[in-house]
């Protein structure tokens, strides 16, 4: 699969809005983008999807009207019923529950805990109901999982915090800020990190993250300041964006300004990149990761098996399953190819991100 789509077009998000619109509901409820109907002659076609979370942008605002909308292309009377589970690991059983007595015969699901999910996943596999896992890989008897290369992700971070950090590693020492422990992306992340960092900065302070929460980002960054002393810390880690915005707020309380990784590519990470408050993230393209989980599902709905194009890896889950897979992979955002990555692709225009408060920084960097 290409490294990055040819565009993530704006058209293409609204194009999808009326979709959304009809599906949203409140997080963590059950809502269907159409009535069930038959698509090209193959039978009903009925898909849950289930996604973990909200306070990470990128789920409501992109993962769920992509996979929607490439779903609709392919399949125009497609029945789909929306779940988000609020970071919730028990909900989200529930809700699984809940896909599999609506009749759904795919589940897409990026699992809260890959492996408090596995008695769920088998539950759906007793049933006949195949299960695509996104962006995470549950335990347990997966049918096919579309991700990417996600201890590339963390080898490419500590390039970056390497590389920025330079000259200044033999005066002191870095923080980590990993994920959720429950994730197994943010074991894949943490490790890739280390294979780039170890040997050529020093860790002082590293920490796990539940639930990849900003908050306890913000607290570990600052407990990790206070441990080291201010004047010592040279960099931070962090494994996404999210917890990077928390960092950020407590490197400048400690009138620190450093090195800070990230992930995602979310608005506010764009615009503290142009800032000089935080030094890159990656961006992920969410439109082929979406379409190929669109993909999977439909064939498996259609009782088709997967190509090769859409599967051309293999993965192993926590559990040992042997997975068909496909791997995407990520781009290091810095603030030299914004305008060529997430605004080129149509994640963001220049507006969004050029804010007044920015103004000045999207002017230095020719992003106009």
Not at 203 to 226: F, L, M, R, S
Not at 249 to 262: D, F, H, I, Q, R
Not at 326 to 351: E, F, H, Q, R, W
């Amino acid at each position: 699969m290409k490294s990055r789509p040819t565009g993530i077009v704006v058209a293409a998000a609204a194009a999808s809005l009326a979709l959304a619109l009809s599906s949203c509901g409140s997080a963590g409820q059950s809502t269907s983008a159409s009535s069930s109907g038959s698509g090209s002659g193959t039978g009903t076609v009925k898909i849950g999807l289930l996604l973990p979370e909200s306070k990470t942008t990128r789920y409501e605002q992109f993962d769920k009207p992509l996979i929607e909308q490439k779903i609709k292309e392919l399949v125009p009377n497609a029945q789909i019923d929306y779940y988000n589970a609020n970071q919730d690991a028990t909900l989200q059983q529930t809700q699984v529950d809940t896909a599999l007595t609506k009749g759904n015969q795919v589940l897409i699901l990026d699992a809260v805990d890959a492996k408090a999910i596995q008695s769920s996943v088998q539950k759906a596999h007793d049933a006949g109901v195949k299960v695509v896992a996104y962006d995470r890989l549950a335990q347990g008897p997966v049918d096919s999982y579309v991700s990417f290369d996600n201890h590339k992700v963390g080898e490419l971070q500590g390039q970056a915090l390497v590389a920025a950090v330079g000259d200044k590693a033999s005066a002191g020492k870095i923080i980590m800020i990993n994920g959720s422990p429950t994730d197994p992306n943010a074991a894949d992340f943490k490790a890739g990190a280390h294979s780039a960092i170890d040997g050529k900065l020093t860790v002082g302070k590293e920490y796990d993250t539940p639930n990849w929460d900003p908050n306890n980002a913000n607290q570990e960054a600052a407990a990790g300041i206070t441990a080291i002393g201010a004047p010592n810390v040279v960099g931070v880690y962090s494994a996404n964006d999210g917890m990077a915005a928390g960092i950020a707020t407590a490197l400048k309380a400690a009138n620190l300004s450093v090195p800070l990784t990230g992930q995602d590519a979310q608005l506010d990470a764009v615009q503290r990149i142009l800032a000089g408050t935080q030094t890159m993230s990656i961006y992920k393209p969410y439109k082929p990761e979406a379409d190929t989980a669109a993909q999977m599902a439909v064939a498996f709905a259609q009782g088709k098996s997967l190509t090769s194009e859409v599967a051309s890896a293999k993965a192993t889950s926590g559990s040992g399953q042997a997975v068909q897979s496909n791997l995407i992979t990520p781009i290091v955002l810095t603030k030299d190819n914004i305008k060529s990555t997430v605004v080129a692709d149509g994640l963001y225009t220049v507006a969004q991100i050029c804010t007044p408060d920015y103004a000045a920084a999207c002017a230095a960097a020719g992003l106009q």
